[in-house]
């Protein structure tokens, strides 16, 4: 009449060659269904359906990879989920879901066709991975800025796929594009001398794409900081985006393209520390080496390079920061970024920083490690469920009265700044960094 | 037409379409709990918004002869959500409300969907000093609701009680879809407890859709001890010593030899190798005598051989105590495919007996295992990593499971301390109970559930005479049933 089977099949049935069930078998455990990480993830707090619980969409890819359901069966749902990998820090048995979930969006992005694939390809092979492009693009958002050209450029989807339609003002000024570069002096710091400080300390700063073409000041503010605590800092040419998001939709030769570039780029200056201030850049570069893991010339390579990268935050840390010493007298809340506390385990460095600052009251936001919903283009494809997990996190903001926001990722500062704006709240949204160099005259 | 096809537009008219899942990636997962069974597909899941709807829901799958399963949040390791045939399952999600909080009548009323570890952050947050107080390893994820299903206990059980301790009153829906209430705030119900009837009941007997509970003030100080023993029995005989001197710790946990290495490897205790077994012992209440009692416990393990007695001196060496307690599963987990937990009891004074059988078991089996116990109850807790993909060794888990609960039973214990029976001890209930006692239990079954409705082929020994609900057995090996 009926049965009760196996969780998993007596023979592990994953014998394909997608890259989910490569996941799977790759896999040393699998998961339990304990639900540890059901309480953490914002789309099953939302929806309250288990095939929107990490859980849930573990079993449903587990079932893709073992041949018992179909790819397109659970790609709805699968297609949920943030990637904020909240579910991997909650998961007591080191359930690695980001493996799976990535995963399944390669064979997804193998399977996309026709115009859909040409669409994704044009965004990013044909914007991101092209700095000059890409800052074409935000010079014509400053005229946005200063003109109101807003039905021109919100008739744009490229323009809300970079998130800046409407949440200017929130922001830091956008500076014309690599301006910042010349406000910044690289090489040696002023005011150290190699010799005394017992030998300059060196970092190469890794620019990214958006960070570099919207968020100069962020840039302008790390290398200010850097150098006010004697490092010398560098630029290495030839450096592009890091990929993240090209691998994120599938477009993993591309992402390798880039990853070669990167690597390439950061080799002409030694072993310096790699330094960003980019959480999912720093997320995603510290994972070259398995990026690489299969091209043989480049996997030792790639692993080096990932051993060098460092969010700035981390870099810092680890050294005895300089006392800051002019008084940034703000209220201020810090919100984790995931690609920071769950895909890096930072979460402690960037509150150690704010603390530093004199004059700042650091407030503690409920749930700060939850995500925000940004998640690159998630929120063009689900609008409503990110809403709704952005409309969560700005309760908690306007609860904690705060005069600044503070989070150390281009995609959270759009987010939280859009957040902002459509509730009217009166906040600032800053990368900590940018606040610690108010702190350095 | 199916009868998903029918049910699905009618359940949709009632609670809305949102709130009703029938696609089939929505479906395959309410296969699953958090046991090592998988069950069949389902209907369709419902998420009903309040006690109306639910008796809605339930009067309709009456009149189409549906069977309903109510479920919390799947962290139930009997498999007492595991859907056996066709079935709706109430899915409770959107029924997390906190409706009353009266600390003079020191009790609270609530939705069952309201999650365990969210209902003592709400105490918390209010200010009282109140919390509820049964605390189950999934407290973070498990509902109310699922506790009260499941009479969940966990490590502060000792002293305060299981769930079916701190359960005043219910609101249920029964099969026929009628909402009746039980028990309720006052102090004394006379005539029958209906209410400790359905706690515990698995879902059997009627949806459970409100519930009353106790909540009790905080103690106002709370000490953590780490004892090392050379081995589990000298532990075992400290614990005895601890309990027939009056004292009664708030907890009182129990790792063995492998159990300590496995979890020092993820939180860094520093268990000595040399140690047989720990103690982690939690002393609560009035600041005034505590240290009196402290020093009672110490000299009670120093008699019993203990190697080494600590008192965590922060709140942060506390918590790294109880982290290497609450991390156990996980951990065992996280070296193996998957783990088996097992779940048992024996007289307090039998536990080192009852850990060298259970090892002597599993070693004659091949099987690797590691211990925990609610030491002071003499809740027992195997931990056994298996492979499933190896199908001999999950079949040497089967037995394995179904020889150490006929061991606790002769040794006068229990198939189940605090996880219930599900499917995964439906066997092993005829252990316990003679034929005259369950046929007792059933007929109570029947009267309330006549056409077995309620959450079907659970609990109850499937081969044998049992009427309309003998199915088979339901094994680790994914045999099939008669
Ligand atoms: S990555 Fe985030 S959204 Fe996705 S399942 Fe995990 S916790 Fe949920
Ligand atoms: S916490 Fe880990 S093992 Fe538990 S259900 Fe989630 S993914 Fe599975």
């Known amino acids: 009449m009926t049965a009760i089977d196996l969780l998993l099949p007596a023979e592990p049935k994953a014998p394909g060659t997608s890259h989910l ?5 790759n896999a040393t455990s699998h998961c339990i269904k304990c639900g540890f990480c059901l309480p953490v993830c914002p789309t099953y707090s939302v929806l309250g359906v288990e095939a929107a619980s990490p859980r849930g969409r573990l079993d449903l890819m587990d079932a893709v990879a073992q041949g018992r359901l179909a790819l397109g069966t659970v790609a709805g749902r699968v297609g949920q989920c943030l990637g904020c990998l909240a579910c991997e820090t909650a998961c007591p048995a080191g359930i690695r879901y980001g493996q799976m979930f990535e995963a399944l969006q390669c064979d997804m992005g193998t399977q996309r066709r026709g115009w859909r694939r040409w669409r994704a390809r044009l965004l990013l092979d044909g914007v991101l991975a092209r700095p000059r492009v890409l800052r074409a693009v935000v010079l014509a958002l400053r005229v946005y800025q200063r003109s109101g050209l807003q039905r021109l450029l919100r008739s744009s989807g490229l323009l809300r796929l970079l ?12 500076p014309r594009p690599l301006a910042w570069r010349a406000e910044v002096e690289f090489g040696a710091p002023p005011g150290t001398d190699a010799t005394t400080t017992g030998g300059a300390q060196r970092a190469a ?3 990214g794409c958006v960070m570099d073409a ?14 006010a605590n004697g490092v010398q800092c560098a630029l290495p040419a030839g450096q592009r985006c ?8 599938g477009e993993t030769a591309s992402a390798r393209r880039l990853a070669r570039a990167n690597i390439a780029a950061f080799e002409t200056v030694g072993d310096a520390p790699v330094v960003l201030n980019s959480a999912g850049c720093g997320a995603f570069m510290k994972r070259y080496g398995t990026l690489l893991a299969d091209d043989p010339a480049w996997a030792p390579r790639a692993a080096a390079l990932a051993a060098r990268v460092r969010d700035v935050s981390e870099f810092l840390a680890v050294r005895t920061l300089v006392p800051p010493t002019r008084a940034v007298a703000l209220r201020v809340a810090y919100d984790d970024p995931c690609h920071l506390v769950h895909a890096q385990g930072i979460s402690r460095e960037p509150r150690d920083l704010l603390r530093a600052i004199p004059g700042l009251t650091l407030v503690e936001l409920p749930e700060s490690t939850w995500c925000c919903g940004s998640a690159g283009s998630y929120s063009l494809q689900h609008p409503e469920l990110a809403g709704d997990v952005l409309a969560r996190k700005m309760r908690h903001l306007a609860a904690a009265r705060v005069d600044v926001v503070a989070t150390g990722n281009p995609g959270c500062l759009l987010q939280l700044a859009l957040g902002i704006s459509r509730q009217g709240l009166d906040v600032d949204v800053r990368h900590p960094i940018e606040l610690l160099a108010q702190a350095y005259p | 037409m199916s009868k998903r096809q029918i049910l699905v537009p009618q359940l ?23 046991s090592v069974f998988r069950g069949t597909d389902v209907l369709a899941v419902v998420l009903p918004a309040n006690t109306e709807q639910v008796a809605q829901v339930v009067r309709l799958a009456a009149r189409h002869d549906v069977p309903i399963i109510a479920r919390g949040a799947g962290t139930g390791i009997n498999g007492g959500a595991v859907p056996r045939g066709d079935a709706l399952v109430i899915e409770f999600s959107r029924m997390n409300r906190i409706l009353a909080v009266e600390p003079d009548n020191r009790l609270a009323v609530m939705e069952p969907g309201v999650v365990n570890q969210d209902l003592k952050a709400h105490l918390s947050a209010l200010g009282y000093g109140f919390t509820y107080v049964p605390d189950p390893g999934s407290q973070v994820v498990s509902t109310i609701g699922g506790n009260v299903g499941n009479n969940a206990g966990g490590m502060h059980c000792l002293k305060y009680g299981v769930t079916a301790n701190h359960i005043l009153g219910l609101q249920v829906v029964l099969a026929d879809g009628e909402v009746v209430e039980v028990g309720g705030g006052s102090a004394t119900r006379p005539g029958m407890d209906l209410t400790g009837l359905l706690v515990g009941s698995e879902g059997t007997l009627g949806v459970v859709t409100r519930i009353t509970m106790r909540i009790l003030p905080l103690p106002e100080t709370v000490v953590t001890q780490l004892a090392l023993f050379p081995d589990v029995s000298a532990a075992a005989n400290a614990v005895s010593g601890i309990m027939a001197a009056g004292i009664l710790p708030a907890a009182l946990e129990l790792l063995d030899r492998r159990m300590m290495a496995l979890v020092d490897r993820f939180v860094h205790v520093g268990y000595p190798e040399h140690a047989g077994a720990a103690l982690i012992i939690e002393l609560d209440g009035l600041a005034d005598g505590m240290d009196r009692e402290l020093r009672r416990v110490a000299e009670i393990c120093n008699a019993h051989a203990a190697l080494e007695i600590k008192t965590a001196q922060s709140a942060a060496e506390t918590e790294r105590l109880w982290l290497s307690r609450r991390a156990a599963y996980g951990v065992a987990a996280s070296f193996s495919p998957t783990v088996y937990v097992m779940d048992c009891t024996v007289p307090r004074n039998l536990l080192a007996q009852a850990i060298a059988g259970v090892i002597e078991i599993c070693d004659a089996r091949g099987l690797e295992v590691v211990n925990l116990a609610h030491a002071g109850d003499g809740n027992l807790h195997p931990l056994i990593p298996v492979d499933r993909a190896n199908a001999a060794q999950a079949a040497a888990a089967t037995e394995a499971h179904h020889e150490i609960m006929a061991m606790c039973v002769a040794m006068g214990g229990s198939i189940t301390g605090e996880h219930g029976v599900g499917v995964e001890k439906q066997q092993e209930l005829g252990l316990m109970y003679d034929a005259d006692e369950l046929a007792g239990m059933q007929a109570v079954k029947r009267a309330l559930d006549p056409d077995g409705r309620c959450n079907p082929h659970k609990i109850f020994p499937l081969r044998g005479n049992v009427g309309d609900i003998a199915v088979g057995a339901a094994s680790l090996d994914g045999g099939r049933l008669p």
Do not use: I
Request: net charge neutral; with cysteine.
């Open chain 1, 163 to 174: 998130g800046l339609a409407g949440r200017e003002g929130r922001l830091p000024p956008l």
């Open chain 2, 12 to 34: 949709q008219r009632l609670l809305g379409a949102d709130a009703v899942l029938h696609a089939e990636a929505d479906r395959f997962v309410y296969a699953y709990d958090a």
């Open chain 1, 21 to 25: 069930a490569q996941a799977w078998r």
């Open chain 1, 205 to 207: 700063l890794f620019t």
């Open chain 1, 242 to 249: 890091c990929g993240a998001l090209h691998a994120h939709a």
């Open chain 1, 214 to 227: 919207a968020f100069g000041a962020v840039h302008a503010a790390t290398a200010h900081v850097l150098a």
